[in-house]
């Protein structure tokens, strides 16, 4: 006997992601669960004396998004700091600083992000030049939209001890003026925590207003669940989530993966009793072997075009020789799921071949291992991962950014294979999709428009950028659910309609199966349901 529903949608144009029944009409809540799914008639049967019914007036309803990649917290502070991501020039980026800092009170600092100066009309990188005048007793420190490169005034920069001769640190880069060889402001990858180290810890209430701000704007983006990178500098965005889960105040589920270089803490912590449920557990660890491709340290087989002089950066975690191997190689015996950043073609190439070792070493089990971004490939790799049983974990809404500026960087030929979708997905390639938010924006109609259309920001390529890698609405709609539950061990669980399924659904402004790719990204979230719980209403 199936119980009384707490809630039921009706009327609704239900896309479930289930093959055994792909469409419906409704669906029932009981609780957290799906109890049952079907017509109008059969779901209106059930209907109890206090369920609520919510129509959905012919509207579409998706499972809810799980994001495979963010940031959280960092998003979280980036909405309460200074954000970036609307400056388009040189002019505006000093004009947002320094009307931040004709506010900001005594002794604190000037942080956020989101700049990005390859969208700028033109694209000079930022030095401490530029806000010296007017910062000279307000420590600045803003990150650029990929978080591989920071720009630091000059009171940051000797709070931190970085001067002519500071040595670059391993995996990082401190840019200097060609003639004096003074830091210019410009850090890279790890010479960013040499300042991030000197900066104030935020409060437990600051943590606690980050993490509310970024639940918020997951459910208006239809987002229910992310697998996020978690406890980046420090541990303090992890006691956040479990303050929040001790007080039931999520209302967004977090598969938290924390730094491959602390790997036993994350064991230790499991053994010392904690129990994950289904808003919070632990998804592994998290590894990087390059840097970016914006701040020209993703690591490629060849220089880059427009900087001859350099092909890239390994990460810090990468020294000395062997060690990233060996710390994949304990995390994976442990049980551990490991998820490792590789974006340049040389970068990916290392890192299939620690798996491949670590498969060997180690022996056959359900691993389910993960290149996180997995963005410029040799074919040949593209078959290895298949072979290896790899998943792809992408985020499309770089195609959009970086496919603007990606051709003067390293040229056609490269081009060719960059977030290569489709050859993935045709490979036989598990394909996860995220957005690796705040690079770049929450949005997963945004990340779906584009991995279907391939169109930059610039609007450069009227087919779309490298448009043979295109994918299909459905395809994305299934890489955005049922294959980012898949990448966290969570397919029998979230990532479909069905019963049983945790009732986490999206009522959205149109059917984006029916809709034209170029109004896809058009699409509103009109109502976020989470753990059978409204989160968000239009």
Known sequence: MIMQPDLMIVNARIWTGEPAMPYAEALAIKDDLIIAIGSNDQIRSIQGRHTKVLDAAG????????????????????????????????????????????????????TGGGWNNDQWAQSPTPVKEWIDSFTSHIPVFVTRSDLHMGFANSAALCLA????????????????????????????????????????????????????????????????????ITAWNDWHDWETFRRFQQE??????????????????????QEAGFCGDAWLRFGGVKGFVDGSLGSGTALMFEPYDDQPGTAGLLADQMYP??????????????????????????????????????????GPRERRLRIEHAQHLLPEDIARMARLGILASVQPGHVYEDGSWAKGRIGDRRCRMAYAFRSLWDAGVAVSFGTDWPVVPLNPFMGIYTAVTRQTQAGQYPDGWVPEQKLSVGECL????????????????????????????ILVSQDVLTAQPENIVETRVICTIAGGRIVYQE
């Open 321 to 362: 020789a062997g060690i990233m191997q060996e710390r994949i190689a304990a995390a994976d015996k442990a049980g551990l799921p490991v998820s490792i950043h590789a974006i340049g073609d040389k970068a990916n190439h290392l890192l299939l071949d620690i798996f491949a070792a670590v498969i060997k070493e180690n």
């Open 161 to 228: 001890g970085i001067g002519r001769t500071t040595a670059n640190p391993l995996g990082g880069a401190i840019e200097r003026d060609p003639w004096s060889g003074e830091p210019n402001g410009i850090l890279k990858d790890n010479a960013m925590k040499l300042v991030q180290q000197c900066m104030p810890t935020p409060s437990e209430q600051q943590y606690n207003e980050a993490l509310a701000a970024a639940m918020q704007h997951a459910a208006r983006m239809g987002i229910t669940s992310v697998q996020d």
């Open 248 to 269: 039931q105040k999520l209302t967004l589920r977090i598969y938290a993966r924390t730094q491959i270089t602390e790997w036993e803490k994350q064991v230790a912590l």
């Open 478 to 505: 299934q890489a955005y659910t049922r294959g980012s539950a898949y990448a966290e061990f969570s397919e029998t669980s979230k990532g479909t309609l069905g019963i049983g399924k945790l009732a986490d659904l």
């Open 59 to 110: 509207h579409q309803v998706l499972p809810g998004f799980i994001d495979n990649h963010t940031h959280l917290m960092v998003g979280g502070f980036q909405l309460l700091t200074l954000d970036l991501r609307a400056v388009e020039s040189k002019a505006e980026f000093i004009q947002a600083i320094a009307a931040r800092a004709a506010h900001i009170p005594q002794g604190q600092w000037i």
